[in-house]
């Protein structure tokens, strides 16, 4: 072969020469038949190591009808609480033996959504997740029709689309007991934006638990989950009379309201309580460190993936199902005891 020759990538033939086994042999053990001996499968494998083989998919998927390959559609987004959930999907579909293929969108309104779903079908997918954390993702997946399986995070309740989400509102209920616990008579808070089910759910089981306990339910503020608009928040809620703790719908929003707190000398958690939602990984690190609740992204993704592939496998349509992950709280030394409850 000379130099400027350009060597061939080794095909399926090649590797049944090496092995000195049958092209259909070499197929069965690429697809896992059970029907070979496990002397000849690790023949076979040593072969496709040392030639450096790699399996034709889009051949393997016009036998099988499965490309092994599974669709994703977010939005571009630097969140932590998103972007986090689109890894754990990612994660587990690798473990499960499928690649992935993402469509992230600017903006997840209803005719994106459905454009990105026909997409990926087009493209051959096996099956799709749709992280819909906004209720315009939700509702485009309400009418959906696909000839793939479909399986949403966060959108899709009540719907046909089964759904898999984390328990938004028993994780805000979990935080706020704990800080009525502290003493305090009730606990303000800073919402996330109203189009988002995950601050829909945060909102509603704080409500419910200052309810419930029969406390006074103040009017929420509402930000946009960045630092900056909790930063404004902390400075309108400073000059709220008897203020002592604040449950603030994401971490990022709390660095921001903890900023303005430390620029108006207010301490926390000395005179007020302040406690977040996601745990970042910074959120041990803040000053001080934050009371927050967690979020298992690994179960999400494990969980929508189970489903999916569940449906993919069986060819078949159970109908909607619902799988809901749950919160925990973690607790730092941002929440404190009231300052009339050290009294008592």
Do not use: C
């Amino acid at each position: 072969m000379s130099s400027n020759e350009v060597r061939r990538p080794p095909v399926m033939a090649d590797v049944a020469q090496l092995a000195g086994v049958s092209h259909q042999t070499v197929s069965r053990v690429l697809n896992d038949h059970p029907n070979v001996r496990g002397e000849t499968r690790d023949r076979v494998l040593a072969a496709i190591d040392d030639l450096g083989y790699r399996r034709n998919l889009a051949a393997r998927a016009l036998v099988t009808r499965h490309s092994r390959t599974l669709g994703v559609v977010s939005f571009d987004t630097t969140l932590y609480g998103p972007a986090s959930t689109v890894y754990g999907i990612e994660q587990a579909a690798r473990a499960a033996g499928y690649f992935i293929s993402i469509v992230s969108l600017k903006t997840l309104t209803a005719e994106r959504v459905v454009e990105a779903v026909e997409f990926l079908s087009d493209q051959g997918v096996d099956g799709i997740v749709v992280v819909a954390p906004q209720r315009s993702a939700a509702r485009a997946l309400a009418g959906l029709s696909t000839h793939v399986p479909v399986v949403a995070v966060e959108g899709g309740q009540g719907g046909d689309t089964p759904a898999v989400s984390v328990d938004q509102a028993d994780g805000a209920r979990q935080l706020v007991e704990h800080l009525l616990g502290l003493g305090h008579e009730t606990v303000w808070h800073v919402a996330g934006p109203t189009d988002w089910l995950e601050a829909e759910g945060r909102l509603d089981g704080w409500r419910k638990a200052l309810t419930a306990a029969g406390r006074p339910v103040p009017d929420p503020l509402v930000g946009d989950w960045s630092p900056r608009s909790g930063y404004d928040a902390g400075r309108r809620l400073a000059e709220v009379p008897g203020l002592t703790a604040v449950f603030v719908a994401n971490d990022q929003m709390a660095l921001g309201l903890l900023r303005a707190f430390t620029e108006l000398r207010i301490q926390v958690p000395g005179q007020v309580s302040v406690a977040g939602f996601d745990d970042i990984p910074e959120a041990e690190f803040f000053n001080p460190p934050l009371t927050t609740v967690q979020q298992d992204f690994g179960e999400v993704g494990r969980r929508s993936i189970e489903i999916l592939l569940r449906r993919v496998e069986s060819g078949e349509d159970p109908g909607y199902e619902q799988s809901v992950v749950p919160a925990r709280l973690v607790i730092r030394d941002s929440s404190g005891r009231a300052a009339r409850a050290k009294q008592n």
